[in-house]
């Protein structure tokens, strides 16, 4: 009898586990729409990331596309498109909508193969057969037991007793055999098929992703789609993996149940069916609650995971301004809300349970309350009220089992939802269709029509408006203006990244939007302002502009050339050949380990590879400096030939060849014409090259000379001693870096005479580098104690949930006792005289369960909530600690490849709510079993110690199948997760740059390389699932063959008179109720599995000490600073990158208040130099000293608070203009004073209040509402709020245009009064009154003095100058 209602009463906790666990990944809410962010015209989207939503959870613009309830008629009280015409509105919201789909469960296995159909259908057969076995096993039960009663009452002889017996115990061992034949199928089948369809359903995703428009993207983040990618496509898999096999065995067992109750006997069946409806209403209510809670958890943590996401992808900049704290509390503010909701979650499931405890126990009353009435009257035998009992009590505890699986499949559908919406979305441009006309020649002439743009992200602002322009073929055509002015959108319009509201943009005459897209993009090649370069090698990213071209297929040997070609061209061929592993170098994310100039060079060559029609360059040289501009520009000009070539230029020095200049301003064109023409009408083209023109002098270059590559070599080698010991402290053994001990040091002029055999520099540095992040293996013991310190508030609440477990487990004995003694009282031969005693007494043992059942509900009520707190308290602080934990790691760690944003922000998601399987809930279920274990040992073997040891000897059997697939499933974890956390992390890349991704038409390519990372993922994985399930259905089977023993020496006991039945049943029941019990830790596995896993990642990262630590009061305190910064020989190789010397020895002073400027080619160390001021690395060689203080022995958060950073991409967070501003004072309370006088400085103040929500306006995700310059003056304010004693600018105004650059440069040299300014700067204009001059070149210092010295005496310097003067030669 045991069977199942102790699994059933113990499988109910899992339940509250596997709420917990299961739903806390993030799965984005839907947005809501609610207050729309205004931004003044003339301000263009900046063309970076794409945009998200703002902190408080708001759409950004309140797009009605995005909430979808709106969806078909898109109307709303507060439609974003309302004040546009009917067809304008049209347009844009057909550019961002997204129709809702109705999920069914249908649509979860639309992706199923036939052969995923007959598998699941073969096990389905399986779970089926398995699951009628159990309810069988009553009939045996109770035929067991009438055999028994027969024997004591002397109707049945000794010998035939013996042999009855016999063959009803075979019975149980064929059952068990069967069983696990069934479960092992099942278990395999679901979770191979679950597996398939869900790897299916992610590439939906990303392809469908792929075909989107542009537009949509400006509203989804790549964050996003990394959830939507990991985590939901995750729930799914969870949803119809092994859970489906289980709820087939569950309803099987339920109908079997019924149908042996009404063949046996119908009445009492009936009544008892009471108990079916009561437990449907319990859960009903219960799941209603649940799911709504769910949904709240999931909307406020994904608003969490887009602040995370944000920071994390923004880290240097934190580090910088010292803010990983206050953005810390930015996302424990959503953390607290998901907490709020999942607490409301737990109660309610720990309601749900308590109510189906009552019901299991008052069943039983009622069972043989009814039972012995019909048994009394003489209409039913004992055995048969036995076996209707038990098996109605397994049917309805199986349909209990029902619940969580179906919870899962309902999380599962809701995650489809969300990610079926946006691969049936219909997107209005989608590269990957047919349709559309190709055209069989292209001249390349374009042009634009009358066109109105508004961007569908933001309907206030109207970007172009009546905007016609003829760009000829074979021309090259330059767009200068202001930023903002409109000359990006027309790249956008002419790539057809968006659709114009108004007008037509032509190819050769004919609408670009009746051509095929992808086709149109194949004939245009964009070399964008910031390039983005996958995580692969150069080779790869060179060639992937070859995609859809017709080179794409030609032989790998031509490829290599059309390579090599282009990266000559694109003059990027000699510097890739320096590198250790030239061509093949990897580039890292998103182009980390570059220098700008080397990128935009990699990114030039990927465009011209193909040999494009149409060029497009979006201020493809404005971050570079002049030596790699000078270089760069050639490469263009030289690229431009014979091609339409439309040129965005900030620096104006670049276009003055192009045949036709347009100068455009607010979204129109105010005159167009050749360089020398707009000169002589001396308009406003006239004026911005007067801003840009620079005093010029001549002179020769000297020659370099290359010794100091030597002493590089030496100085760090001495150093290596020094280095292997640091190193060996962390790696705990020594190591020896090799790049030290190389014979030749690795320069581009010794490479040719390097053997190539040799095992690349680079490759073995790296390889040395690894150890740090070695995995330690922690004991489970060590991972507890770390879960439990997250807890340690909370120990009076652990306490008494674990008072009220132990209350819970000793449910289980008590009853097996009073089960005993209603068996004992019903078994005696009915008389008339004395059928009126055993009915009452019978009555009394049923009241005694009745008062049983209170208790449990109680009980259960109490230990849920108690928990349900604990555990969403723990959830909550591993989050916190975890991201307070890597906000505080060095910039070093970010820079190594297995921490990707998304990577980190994907393990902030899942890993920290896998936690909770090592939590309380789990605590008191464990302790709930062994109560259960030792009180059914200590009854047992008080009432018949012979029985109860043969018992006894099954629990250990039973608990090592649980152990083993606790192990097998914790192993099955650990690799399949680092596949798909691979996988997500090259789709959130592919996604993060989906421009770069249309123009290239890598759409293809891009899905191709994901779908063989996951057909990987899956051939590992089969193994291990076919593992695994043996020890699972083993697990299942086994009960029976306990069964089976438990009853033949009981039997052989009986017979031979030494146990009576009342002590048999005592035994029997108790032990193997124990036996089951202890089989419910199964449950648990896969939470204890998972959670095993997270902790040993957690305390791997809280363990993870970085160098420069910002959380340690270490180092002398640095209360003043006046200003005096020295470079004293200092060598430095990036970490990552240990074979690449960046300085070689660089000797600089700089004194208090001076304005110094950093110059030279790129790559040459200065912004290292800048990185090394802030502290982000320390120096392998020599030291930085302020004030005549080394800087590493200072404590570094006093020493960062004097220095303020601005850096080329200026960082803003979601939140308004104000907040941002603040994130730059150390200070809890700024006075509005202050804010406004760093405005001023910053020359914002005038554009702040000009908006309509003043300081208060929101900025949008990383700032994309405000166009270059304004996010770079906001970053100005943020840097002088701090009154900083030392500026940092790097390349500050390299990113804006002309008169931008005016305004921004303004605030510069006002906010360079009175501190020491250290400027790293590309274009030379901005830094001629800079007191000193710093020219670097290869990692030290070439030339320094000022502007006028320096071009007196002709240097590198002047060179530099005269390649950026504007003169009309």
């Not at 079916?276 to 999931?298: E, H, N, P, Q, R």
């Not at 989608?430 to 020649?441: A, I, R, Y």
């Not at 109105?452 to 073929?473: N, Q, W």
Request: net charge neutral; proline share 3%.
């Amino acid at each position: 009898m045991g069977y199942n209602n102790n699994n059933g009463m113990l499988n109910r906790p899992e339940t509250s586990a596997t709420f917990n666990t299961f739903s806390d990944g993030p799965a984005s809410p839907t947005l809501s729409h609610s207050g729309s962010t205004v931004v003044p015209p003339g301000d263009g989207p900046y063309f970076g990331e794409s945009g998200r939503r703002d902190t408080k959870g708001k759409t950004m613009t309140g797009m009605t596309g995005m909430t979808g309830s709106t969806s078909e008629s898109g109307e709303m009280e507060n439609d974003p498109f309302g004040h546009l015409s009917p067809h304008e509105a049209e347009i844009l919201r057909r550019q961002v909508i997204t129709p809702e789909v109705k999920s069914g469960v249908s649509t979860l296995y639309r992706y199923a193969s036939r052969n995923d159909l007959i598998i699941m259908a073969v096990s389905a057969i399986g779970a089926i057969a398995g699951g009628a076995a159990m309810p069988l096993m009553t009939v045996i039960f109770g035929n067991l037991q009438n055999t028994f009663q027969g024997f004591f009452l002397g109707t049945v002889s000794h010998d035939d007793f013996i042999s009855k017996m016999s063959s009803l115990v075979l019975y149980f061992v064929y059952l068990a055999i069967g069983e696990f034949i069934a479960m092992y199928v099942a278990t395999v089948g679901f979770i191979y098929t679950g597996e398939n369809i869900s790897s299916k359903i992610r590439e939906h995703y990303l392809e469908s992703c792929m075909k989107q428009n542009i537009g949509y993207f400006d509203k989804l983040g790549a964050g996003e789609v990394t959830t939507r990618i990991t985590a939901d496509t995750n729930l799914i898999q969870e949803g119809i993996s092994e859970k489906v096999g289980l709820t087939l065995t569950a309803i099987a067992t339920f109908v079997s149940a019924f149908v042996i109750g009404f063949v046996f006997y119908w009445r009492l069946t009936l009544i008892l069916f009471s108990v079916v409806i009561a437990l449907i209403l319990d859960m009903g209510i219960g799941s209603s609650f649940i799911v709504k809670y769910t949904k709240d958890t999931i909307g406020a943590y994904a608003a969490g995971g887009s602040v995370a996401e944000e920071v994390i992808s923004s880290i240097r900049n934190a580090m910088a301004f010292g803010t990983q704290g206050r953005l810390a509390q930015q996302y424990d503010a959503h953390l607290i809300r998901a907490e709020y909701f999942g607490f409301k979650k737990a109660t309610a499931t720990a309601l749900m349970v308590a109510g189906m405890m009552l019901i299991v126990y008052a069943n039983y009353g009622l069972s043989f309350w009814m039972g012995s009435k019909y048994l009394v009257d003489g209409a039913v035998s004992l055995s048969s009220v036995l076996i209707i009992m038990m098996s109605i009590m397994i049917g309805a505890f199986n349909l209990g089992n029902i619940a969580p699986n179906l919870q899962a499949f309902g999380t599962a559908l809701a995650a489809a939802a969300k990610i079926f919406n946006t691969i049936d979305r219909m997107s209005p441009m989608d590269p990957t269709v047919e349709t559309g006309t190709k055209l069989s020649k292209v001249s390349g002439a374009i042009r634009l029509e009358n066109v109105k743009h508004i961007y569908p992200s933001r309907p206030e602002v109207t970007i172009m408006k009546g905007v016609t322009l003829d760009i000829p073929a074979g021309k090259t055509t330059a767009l200068v203006g202001t930023s903002g002015s409109g000359k990006s959108t027309i790249v956008g319009l002419v790539e057809r990244f968006y659709d114009p509201v108004e007008g037509r943009v032509l190819l050769d005459g004919h609408d670009v939007s009746t051509l095929n897209l992808k086709w149109l993009r194949q004939h245009i090649s964009l070399v964008s302002q910031e390039p983005t370069l996958f995580a692969t090698t150069i080779y790869e990213n060179i060639k992937n502009g070859l995609i859809g071209t017709k080179f794409e297929h030609v032989s790998p040997i031509r490829q290599t050339e059309l390579v090599i070609e282009a990266a000559k061209k694109a003059n990027a061929h000699d510097f890739i050949s320096a590198l250790p592993e030239g061509y093949e170098t990897n580039v890292g994310e998103r182009g980390f380990l570059l220098s700008g100039g080397q990128k935009q060079r990699i990114a030039i060559a990927r465009a011209i590879v193909s040999d494009p029609k149409i060029l497009l360059l979006d201020e493809a040289t404005s971050a570079l400096d002049t030596k790699s501009e000078g270089v760069v520009q050639a490469a263009l000009e030289a690229a431009a030939q014979g091609r339409t070539t439309i040129t965005i230029a900030h620096r104006l020095s670049t276009i003055k060849d192009a045949h036709n200049i347009v100068v455009m301003s607010k979204g129109t064109i105010i005159e167009q014409g050749t360089h020398t023409a707009l000169l002589e009408k001396n308009g406003a083209y006239a004026r911005l090259v007067n801003a840009q023109n620079i005093a010029t002098a001549n002179g020769p270059s000297p020659e370099e000379q290359a010794k100091i590559a030597n002493r590089d070599e030496l100085l760090v080698r001495r150093a290596s001693k020094r280095l292997s010991s640091r190193f060996s402290k962390r790696f705990s053994r020594p190591v020896e870096l090799s790049f030290l001990d190389d014979p030749e040091p690795p320069m581009p002029d010794i490479k040719l005479t390097r053997p190539v055999t040799r095992g690349s520099v680079s490759s073995k540095a790296i390889h040395h580098m690894e150890p740090e992040e070695e995995n330690h293996e922690y004991g489970l013991w060590v991972l507890i104690k770390l879960i439990a310190s997250f807890n340690k508030e909370e120990w009076k609440l652990m306490v008494w949930g674990l008072f009220w477990s132990i209350i819970c487990g000793a449910g289980n004995p008590t009853q097996a006792f009073f089960f005993a003694k209603q068996i004992l009282t019903l078994s005696v031969p009915l008389t008339p005289a004395n059928s009126a005693a055993v009915k009452k007494e019978s009555d009394f043992w049923s009241g005694m369960f009745l008062m049983l059942a209170f208790v449990m509900c109680i009980a259960y009520i109490s230990q849920g909530v108690a928990f349900a707190r604990c555990s969403e308290r723990l959830i909550h602080r591993v989050r916190d600690r975890a991201f307070r934990t890597m906000l505080r790691q060095d910039v070093s760690f970010f820079d190594k490849d297995e921490n990707t944003v998304g990577a980190l922000t994907s393990f902030l998601s899942t890993e920290t709510s896998h936690v909770a399987g090592l939590s309380g809930v789990t605590l008191g279920t464990l302790l709930m079993v062994t109560t259960t274990l030792i009180t059914a040992m200590v009854v047992a073997l008080a009432f018949g110690w012979k029985l109860a040891l043969v018992c006894i000897s099954t629990i250990p059997v039973l608990l090592a199948c649980g152990f083993f697939r606790f192990w097998m499933l914790a192993h099955f974890q650990r690799r399949s997760k680092q596949a798909y956390e691979q996988s997500a992390s090259y789709a959130s890349e592919a996604i993060s740059a989906i421009r770069t991704v249309a123009s290239l038409t890598r759409e293809g390519d891009v899905l191709n390389q994901y779908k063989y990372s996951l057909a990987i993922q899956r051939k590992s994985s089969l193994v291990s699932i076919l593992k695994s399930s043996i020890l699972y259905a083993a697990a299942q089977s086994f009960i029976f063959l306990a069964f089976a023993l438990g009853f033949w020496y009981g039997g052989t006991l009986i017979a031979s008179h030494e146990y009576n039945l009342f002590q048999f049943f005592v035994c029997f029941m108790s032990v193997i109720f124990g036996a089951q019990s202890a089989g419910t830790v199964f449950s648990f596995a896969p939470d204890m599995g998972k959670a095993h896993s997270a902790a040993g990642e957690l305390k791997t990262l809280f363990d993870r000490q970085p160098n420069v630590d910002t959380w340690s009061d270490e180092g002398a305190p640095i209360h003043k600073v006046d200003g005096t910064v020295e470079f004293r020989d200092v060598h430095f190789r990036y970490p990552t990158r240990l074979e690449q010397p960046i300085l070689r020895g660089l000797n600089l002073t700089i004194r208090p208040g001076q304005y110094v400027a950093l110059v030279g080619a790129s790559g040459c160390g200065k912004s290292t130099t800048i990185a090394l001021l802030e502290r982000f690395y320390d120096p392998l060689v020599g030291g930085v000293y302020v004030d005549g203080k080394d800087i590493s022995g200072l404590n570094v958060n006093q020493y960062r608070s004097h220095i303020a950073l601005v850096s080329q991409e200026p960082t803003l967070y979601q939140g308004t203009i104000k907040e941002n501003i603040l994130l730059g004072s150390g200070r809890e309370s700024v006075p509005d004073s202050a804010i406004e006088f760093a405005c001023r400085e910053a020359n914002i103040y005038d554009f702040i209040l000009s908006l309509p929500d003043g300081f208060n306006t929101k900025v949008g995700n990383k700032g994309t509402l405000l166009s270059g310059g304004q996010k770079q003056r906001i970053a100005i304010a943020r840097a002088l709020i701090r009154d900083p004693k030392i500026l940092l600018l790097d390349e500050a105004t390299s990113a804006l245009d002309s008169e931008s650059e005016h305004v921004v440069q303004a605030a510069l040299d006002k906010a360079a009064k009175g501190r020491t300014t250290i400027a790293v700067a590309h274009r030379l204009s901005t830094i001629q009154n800079a007191d000193v001059i710093y020219v670097f070149d290869q990692g030290r210092v070439v030339e320094e003095g000022t502007h006028y010295n320096l071009m007196r005496k002709g240097g590198r310097y002047a060179e530099l100058v005269n390649l950026q003067s504007l003169e009309k030669r």
